[in-house]
């Protein structure tokens, strides 16, 4: 990505603005789902403690611990789309020696992917834990003649926003690997 020359060419001032418009978008969609979606997990992992509730059961727990996870993994993309924004302002930098090689931007934007890759999955593995435990609760041969009688068998909104709150998570994971694809196929056409 360095040249010899003072100021950086055109293409090299456009793949710049690309990397700051990518990075920031990416970054606030995240960051908003990401706070939305800590927020959601965080609210049903303290109500779910409550005494007679149904989501004490280990499906819910390995789903919740796995949106955790998910969001965890999202931190680490809510950075590397910072950093994007960083990489951007370097390559527009007068001087060539603060712009940074295209071998190491080329790695930033592998550690991107792989990180969006690997929260999409884990987020992924831990919607279809609560999924299947909601459906399971929802299904089972005692649910239509208990749920009259025993409030801890129907379903209840709390459980579908943390159904919503994985989704968010996807979708922050997913921004994430959008502007780093998008920003490997800028910069290889160089």
């Known amino acids: 990505m360095s040249q010899n020359s003072e100021t950086p060419s055109s293409n090299l ?3 710049a603005q690309n990397f700051r418009l990518a990075g920031w978008i990416s970054f606030w969609i995240q960051l ?5 979606s800590g927020i959601i997990v965080l609210l049903f992992a303290i109500f779910s403690q409550r005494s007679g509730s149904p989501n004490n059961n280990p499906g819910t727990g390995l789903g919740v611990f796995l949106a955790i996870c ?15 924004t960083r990489i951007g302002k370097q390559l527009d930098s007068s001087n060539p020696t603060n712009r940074p090689r295209k071998l190491e ?4 934007l592998r550690l991107g992917l792989w990180v969006n890759l690997a929260g999409i999955l884990v987020t992924l593995l831990g919607a279809q834990a609560i999924v299947g435990t909601l459906v399971a609760r929802s299904i089972s041969p005692q649910a239509v003649t208990t749920q009259l009688f025993d409030p801890t068998r129907i379903i209840s909104g709390l459980d579908m926003l943390v159904v919503q ?18 920003l490997l196929n800028r910069i290889t056409k160089l």
């Open 13 to 15: 001032r456009v793949i």
């Open 32 to 36: 908003v789902l990401g706070v939305i």
């Open 70 to 84: 998910g969001l965890v993994v999202l931190g680490a993309g809510i950075y590397l789309a910072y950093r994007y």
């Open 105 to 108: 931007t080329l790695q930033v």
């Open 165 to 182: 709150a994985n989704t968010n998570t996807v979708s922050a994971h997913f921004s994430g690997l959008v502007a780093s694809l998008f």
